[in-house]
């Protein structure tokens, strides 16, 4: 019998690999798909493995400042006791794998993917581990330029066989160099993380803040097409309720005028503040 377990980040790739093995049930890698649902490229990660209120604080600010309430709980109170339950269920209830599984981490080549997988494997590092990288066997391409994908969600059910036929142990090595990675990532107290050459690194809250100011113009602009703009034009993958929270931060700054509702982004606009 087969005894693997594949984990990726998020709704969307998740759902994208339990097709994929779905259609291909003879696989030797074939077994049960997991997702790891949160954007560790964001918010406080200071000591996660010892404390998640620190994370749940962060979040709470992040959720109450940008209106996800209004998506994640339309019809809950989106209060600090459900946050914190919320985070509790992705840290202590979610990833249950027994003892005698393999564990296939899924990733790309991007922040949010690769400090789940730092993560993940220092969770699982008594587990049998195998990886799966989008990035180095998948391009696409466009405007006749050919690119390799970011992030497993790119990727379509086609393409994640190909990735099945590449899946790789990791090597003792290799585990305790990334194992130590998350190690030093988390004695940070940053908030936000890019890629920079292959590494991970921590950057000011305000790295996103001046590629929002420069969609933005003397007109109102719907908010989301600002956000929009700056995820499609960005070197990095960040979520777009992360540049929401900046671009709120930006109109507290008093950089950036508004009208409209702050409750959600699709409901207000926004343009470069008259001086």
């Known amino acids: 019998m087969n005894s693997y377990v594949h984990i990726a980040l998020g709704d969307s790739a998740a759902g994208c690999l339990k097709y994929c093995l779905k259609e291909n049930k003879d696989n030797i890698y074939f077994g049960k798909v997991m997702k790891f649902t949160d954007d560790l490229s964001t918010g406080s990660i200071y000591k996660l493995d010892e404390n998640i209120k620190q994370r749940d604080l962060w979040l709470e600010q992040l959720y109450g400042k940008t209106g996800v309430k209004y998506y994640i709980a339309p019809n809950k109170k989106l209060d600090a006791e459900f946050i914190y339950n919320e985070i509790k269920n992705i840290y202590n209830g979610t990833l249950k794998i027994p003892k005698d599984f393999k564990v296939v981490i899924w990733h790309g080549n991007n922040v949010m993917e690769q400090i789940s997988l730092r993560y993940i494997m220092n969770t699982f590092k008594e587990y049998e581990l195998y990886e799966a990288d989008v990035s180095k066997y998948i391009t696409h391409v466009y405007d006749n330029q050919e690119y390799k994908v970011r992030c497993v969600a790119e990727c379509r059910p086609q393409e994640l066989e190909l990735v099945l036929e590449k899946i790789s142990p990791i090597d003792d090595d290799k585990k305790s160099e990334l194992i130590s990675q998350w190690n030093n990532l988390q004695e940070s107290k940053a908030t936000l993380r890019i890629l920079q050459n292959g590494k991970i690194v921590s950057v000011g809250e305000d790295y996103y803040d001046n590629e929002i100011l420069r969609f933005l113009s003397k007109k109102f602009k719907n908010a989301p097409r600002v956000i929009g703009n700056v995820l499609g034009t960005s070197h990095q993958i960040v979520s777009d309720t992360f ?33």
């Open 243 to 275: 540049i929401d929270y900046r671009l709120r931060n930006l109109i507290e700054l008093d950089k950036v005028e508004y009208k409209g509702k702050l409750k959600t982004m699709r409901d207000f606009e926004v343009k470069i503040k008259d001086k």
